[in-house]
C-alpha cells in the first residue's frame, strides 16, 4: 500500500556533498515520524538523523554540524542533506517512516516502513 523510494546515493570524493532523498507514494497514509539510518559492512544498524512530525530534530553526535535533515509534508517526502563527508560515512543509508494508514472507517493503523537502502561510498 506503501512505499518509500530513495535516491541520491552515489561516489563522492572526501570533503563533498550529497542530498538523499526518501518519497513515500501509496494512498491513504499519513507519515508521522522519518529518520535516516545507514548500516556499513559488520557494523550494526545506526540511527543518523531524526525528524518528527513538529519538526524536531535529533542527529547522531557523528553527524552533528555536517548533515541536515528535513521534511516536505506537502510532497511526503524526506531529505538528508551530507555535508563534509568523509570516508567513515560509507555505508547503505535507509530511510525509515513511522505511518498512519487510514481506513474508509476512519481506523488508523500506526505502521513502520523502510526504503530500499541506498548506497554512499566516499573516496579519500
Known amino acids: 500500500q506503501v512505499q518509500l523510494v530513495e535516491s541520491g546515493g552515489g561516489l563522492v570524493q572526501a570533503g563533498g556533498s550529497l542530498r538523499l532523498s526518501c518519497a513515500a507514494s501509496g494512498s491513504n497514509f499519513k507519515i508521522n515520524d522519518m529518520a535516516w539510518y545507514r548500516q556499513a559492512p559488520g557494523k550494526q544498524r545506526e540511527l543518523v538523523a531524526e525528524?518528527?512530525?513538529?519538526?524536531?530534530?535529533n542527529y547522531a553526535d557523528s553527524v552533528k554540524g555536517r548533515f541536515t535533515i528535513s521534511r516536505d509534508n506537502a510532497k511526503n517526502t524526506g531529505y538528508l542533506q551530507m555535508n563534509s563527508l568523509k570516508p567513515e560515512d560509507t555505508a547503505v543509508y535507509y530511510c525509515?517512516?513511522?505511518?498512519?494508514?487510514?481506513?474508509?472507517?476512519?481506523?488508523?493503523?500506526?505502521?513502520?516502513?523502510w526504503g530500499q537502502g541506498t548506497q554512499v561510498t566516499v573516496s579519500s
Open positions: 525528524v518528527t512530525s513538529g519538526g524536531s530534530t
Open positions: 525509515n517512516a513511522d505511518l498512519t494508514l487510514l481506513t474508509q472507517g476512519g481506523r488508523g493503523y500506526e505502521y513502520d516502513y
